[in-house]
């Protein structure tokens, strides 16, 4: 009988360490990959990579949309599931900025100079879209590599694909962006990003 009900009290403690883990799934251990974390302040969209290192991409702070259902944590989670369905597909290897249904967004592309392929999140309107993208990987105007953004007429490619390898460094450090995507479509049709200038977006 004391087997018993000492069974009962293990499979108990199981069933509620199982519901904790499935109610805050950034207390559960994890592979390579993003994924939203909603353990602390704001949400944010987080990347292990194959190091074990965890990297903060997106900090979701701006409840702007929450009034049209999309909370930062809703925000949160589509855009981490978006961003690891690109991974895993293997297609997220240039970001960089374009348009879509008319909006200007942050998209992936398959090459430099290429379409604006996968959309990652829809900028809010008047938000400056070149910016924003070096706020997304934390780079900074004057840095090696990273042109001054008004001497820069192109739009950028950045090439994530070392970033998101095996050799990406567990110790990486990188400034999180802090913005907010707008209700995006599913059904968005892509638009050119290659040849689209800086005036595009101004």
Known sequence: MKTNFVNVLALSATAIASIF???NPSQAQRGQGFYCDTSGGSPATM???SEGGVERWISWDSNFF???G????TRCREVSNRLE???TAKLLKYVTVGRMNGENVICTASEKNGRCGGLIYTLKPGQDAIRTLYTFFGLREGQAGVPVLSESA???YIDVSGRLGRDAAATT???PARTTPAVNNPAVKPQPASGVRKGDFD
């Open 70 to 73: 999309w909370t930062p944590a």
């Open 173 to 175: 450090k990188v400034q």
């Open 85 to 87: 369905s690109y991974r």
């Open 47 to 49: 990347y292990q990579n």
């Open 154 to 156: 192109e739009i950028p």
């Open 21 to 23: 883990l499935a109610a």
């Open 66 to 68: 929450t009034d049209a």
